[in-house]
């Protein structure tokens, strides 16, 4: 009955069995950057940046919700939207991460679907796909629907609730992501000078990223 009821739980947790055993074991988690497709209104470089932006903020909002500890992935390799997930699992376990998230970005004319996949950060094993928030689908609506996926993780075996108040980053524009995530993809790049001209763009479209703040005060801006 018992190993039943351990197969339920499986199943309606969306874990595998390893995932579950990594669940019990209070994993700690690495999050690396979104995999982004769009049809119109931004080039792909722009999606590519808000890519990394995504992966940053979900790190950052994660960070505040879990009780797991994360490992924010801010040079996550990637390549026209896509993550070199092969990369992001080596920099997640050399992190001490045991899970890692990867998000995914689907944008229809301006109509968002936001997902995130949890893997074995040292096998690749699926652990489980978190869905976003179907209310949350619009493109301005992203720094939103970042803050609720996070909460919706948290909630995961393995990654556990911390209770405290969940940011809303309501009103941080698609322009400012943007310029974030090029400024973090500028940054892994070495060009201190041109990720702070971004991370300061970010900061002119929105004044309370603070993540921005914090990047340009990391390259000395």
Do not use: C, W
Not at 128 to 137: E, F, H, N, Q, S
């Amino acid at each position: 009955m018992r190993t039943t009821r351990q197969l339920v739980a499986v199943l309606v947790l969306g874990l595998s069995p390893v995932g579950l055993a990594m669940a019990q074991s209070g994993a700690t988690v690495a999050v690396g950057g979104f995999e982004t497709d769009g049809s119109v209104g931004l080039t792909r470089e722009q999606y590519t940046s808000l890519g990394r932006a995504l992966g940053a903020l979900l790190a950052a909002d994660l960070g505040g919700r879990a009780a797991a500890k994360v490992v924010p992935l801010s040079a996550t390799p990637m390549n026209r939207g896509r993550v070199d997930v092969g990369a992001a699992r080596q920099a997640a376990t050399a992190a001490g991460g045991r899970l890692l998230v990867v998000g995914s970005l689907l944008d229809q004319y301006g109509d968002v679907h936001m997902e995130a996949r949890i893997v074995n950060a040292a096998t690749g094993e699926p652990v489980a796909v978190i869905r976003g928030d179907p209310a949350l689908a619009s493109r301005e609506q992203l720094g939103e629907a970042i803050a609720a996926l996070a909460e919706r993780l948290a909630q995961q075996p393995g990654v556990g609730v911390r209770r405290g108040d969940a940011p809303t980053r309501r009103g941080v524009s698609v322009d400012a992501l943007v310029q974030f995530g090029r400024g973090l993809g500028l940054e892994a790049a070495g060009d201190r000078a041109k990720a702070a001209e971004a991370y300061r763009a970010a900061l002119v479209a929105a004044p309370g990223l603070s993540e921005a703040a914090a990047a340009l005060a990391r390259v000395g801006g």
